[in-house]
C-alpha cells in the first residue's frame, strides 16, 4: 500500500516526460540501521523532530507512469547536529527542496531511463505511424502526437498510439 506523500515537487519536463519527485513515510527504516547517529540524535527522532523518508521518482508521459524510482532511508525533518561528544550544534531543517538540492537527482535519471526502456517495448508491440482506436479497435495512420491524435470515426473513441516527441 502506497501512503499519501508528504511532500511534491513537480520538475521541468525533461526527455518529452513529465517529472515529479515526493516523500513518502519510511516505516520501514530505523535509527539502528545506521551506526553513525549519536544518543541524542536518536532521542530526537523518538520525539519525531526528524523522520525517515522515501523519495519516490515519478516520469510520465500524457499522464500514465512509464518509470518510476524508489530511494529510502532518507532523513527528513528538523535534524540535529552534534559535535563528537553529543552536544548540540544546531538543527538543520530537511525539506524535499533541501534533499533534491543535495544531490539526489539520480532518481530522476532513473526513472527516465526506466520509462524510455518502458517505451521501446511499447514501440515494439506497436508500428510507427499507426494508431489503434481504444475502443473499437480500428487502426489509422498518423503522425500526430498522442495529446492530438484524432477522435475515431465510427465510434468517436480516441485513437492511442505512443508520442512520437519522446526520444528514447
Known sequence: MIHSAIESMTLEPRDGFDLEICVHADYHSHPSDNDG???KQVFAWLDDQ???????????????TLGEYWLHGIEY???????????????VSVYLKDIWEDGYTDVIDEAIAQAKEQLKRFRELMPAGEARC?????????????????????C??????????VTA
Open 77 to 91: 525533518g528538523e535534524f540535529l547536529i552534534t559535535d563528537d561528544q553529543d552536544n548540540p550544534q544546531k538543527t
Open 37 to 39: 547517529l549519536t544518543q
Open 134 to 154: 481504444s475502443d473499437c479497435g480500428r487502426w489509422i495512420e498518423t503522425e500526430q502526437p498522442l495529446s492530438e491524435t484524432p477522435l475515431c470515426e465510427p
Open 156 to 165: 468517436e473513441g480516441y485513437h492511442a498510439r505512443l508520442s512520437s516527441e
Open 50 to 64: 526528524w523522520h525517515y523518508v522515501s523519495l519516490h521518482a515519478r516520469a510520465s508521459l500524457d499522464g500514465v
